[in-house]
């Protein structure tokens, strides 16, 4: 299950894993996002906060997640990601050079300071 909340005071929207990701989790996630999108013309920050990474469920939640990432990397300026993974250093490095989006990693502890980086200008 995908946990997907918008806080539209900050033009952001935080993602939260529980339990390993489903293609069904990036759907839900295209349905809550893409209308905020379509009416603020982008996203300023995608916050994705779990302690350990839990992967995906099946080889199409893997896909499902790439194309979720391939569709929305230009409408997102900033994407903090707070975990114990080592998957968030990973993907820091690898944003940095295929998406749009500044890529950010913290530890699952600092999520307040990862909420407050994707939060600022």
């Known amino acids: 299950m995908l946990n997907i909340t918008i806080h539209e005071t900050h033009n952001t929207a935080l993602l939260e894993p529980q339990g390993q990701l489903t293609a069904e ?12 999108i379509e009416q603020h013309t982008k996203l ?30 230009q409408k997102v300026n ?18 940095a050079h295929f998406i749009h989006a500044e890529v950010k990693s913290f530890r699952y502890e600092q999520r307040e300071q990862a909420k407050r980086w994707a939060q600022s200008p």
Do not use: C, M
């Not at 989790?25 to 905020?36: G, K, N, Q, T």
């Not at 994705?48 to 896909?63: M, R, V």
């Not at 707070?82 to 490095?93: D, E, I, K, M, R």
């Open 25 to 36: 989790d990036f759907a839900a996630a295209v349905r809550i996002i893409d209308p905020y």
């Open 78 to 95: 900033k994407v903090a990601i707070a975990t114990n993974s080592l998957l968030g250093n990973f993907a820091q490095h690898l944003g």
């Open 44 to 73: 300023h920050a995608l916050i994705i906060a779990t302690e350990h990474f839990p992967g995906w469920d099946s080889f199409a939640a893997l896909l499902s997640h790439l194309q979720f990432v391939r569709d929305h990397h």
